[in-house]
């Protein structure tokens, strides 16, 4: 049996993590704690950071001393140097066992990197256009309390704006969009064009994308390449948002090649951004940890 630390337990995702860990094949190895901001650390095998960008990086270094990995669910270390940027299904060989600190991504990139995965291994992936519905739920709480009110902006309408405006026009979150795809499919030429709106919708995350390619695309065998993609569901029915919630995949609809450009393919993917796009693929890291490193 390991223990498991989760910092953070009170907040959305940390009390999302619980119930994933207790779901977890593993579950009966694993002794779960769990942390508030306030309660000072214990030794741990794994510690997940269930906590925000100005709390991470204050805690990640000290949580060294008391864990042998430390999984962070927040931004702030998934661009930096030696930090590998995990989605198990994708990349988990990017951890050793001299990996101390691991981040997960972004909760909309999920899907997409999902999407685009196994079609780079048949062709040459150019550029990608991608626009997100974000829900409501992925704001944390403080939005979430926006939104009860009657007046909010967020209600009925759509607010392109998520995170703070950078001085080259883009926002925070767009340029996580931009530069944790490339990170995580490691295609540091693919191009990334991003634009980000929050909809009235309380679960769940939706992209419109367009895939350029070097070489045209074989609409035969395209849906049977994504189908090959773990944690991606592709079955001709069209999904939204709602439909997707308390669900771990990401789903694949509208797939259809373009009327002018056939090296150019549209389609629509949506993700509980709650459980894939945080708290299960958290879960799914720690699960990866202990079947390699500690399941002996």
Not at 68 to 85: A, E, T
Not at 88 to 112: F, Q, R, Y
Not at 135 to 158: D, Q
């Amino acid at each position: 049996m390991i223990t498991v630390g989760v910092f953070g337990v009170r907040g959305i995702v940390g009390q999302l993590m619980l119930k994933q860990l207790e779901a977890s094949p593993h579950a009966q190895d694993y002794k779960v704690l769990g942390f508030g901001r306030q309660d000072k650390p214990q030794k741990v095998d794994i510690a997940i950071l269930c906590t925000d960008e100005t709390v991470s990086p204050q805690l990640a270094p000290e949580l060294k001393n008391y864990a042998k990995f430390v999984i962070d669910m927040s931004s702030y270390y998934r661009q930096k140097d030696g930090v590998p940027l995990v989605i198990p299904e994708i990349n988990a060989n990017t951890i050793t066992k001299d990996t101390w600190l691991i981040a997960s991504p972004n909760c909309t990139v999920t899907g997409l990197v999902l999407a685009l995965n196994p079609l780079k291994k048949h062709y040459t992936l150019e550029e990608v256009f991608s626009s997100s519905y974000q829900a409501i739920s992925g704001g944390g709480k403080k939005l979430l309390e926006e939104f009860e009110k009657p007046n909010s902006l967020y209600r009925a309408n759509c607010v392109p704006l998520i995170g703070s405006i950078k001085d080259n026009g883009f926002t925070s979150e767009e340029l996580k969009g931009i530069y944790e795809a490339k990170k995580i499919l490691g295609l540091p030429d693919l191009r990334v064009f991003s634009h980000t709106v929050r909809v009235p919708v309380m679960v769940s995350h939706g992209l419109t994308i367009t895939l350029r390619a070097k070489e045209e695309f074989d609409m035969q065998t395209l849906p049977d390449i994504l189908r090959s993609q773990k944690g991606v569901i592709l079955d001709g029915k069209v999904y939204t948002n709602k439909e997707v919630e308390g669900r771990g995949e990401a789903f694949i609809s509208r797939l259809r090649q373009d009327i002018e450009d056939k090296r150019v393919i549209h389609f629509w993917c949506v993700c509980d951004n709650l459980l894939k796009g945080a708290a299960l693929n958290g879960r799914q890291i720690a699960d990866y940890l202990f079947e390699e490193f500690f399941n002996d």
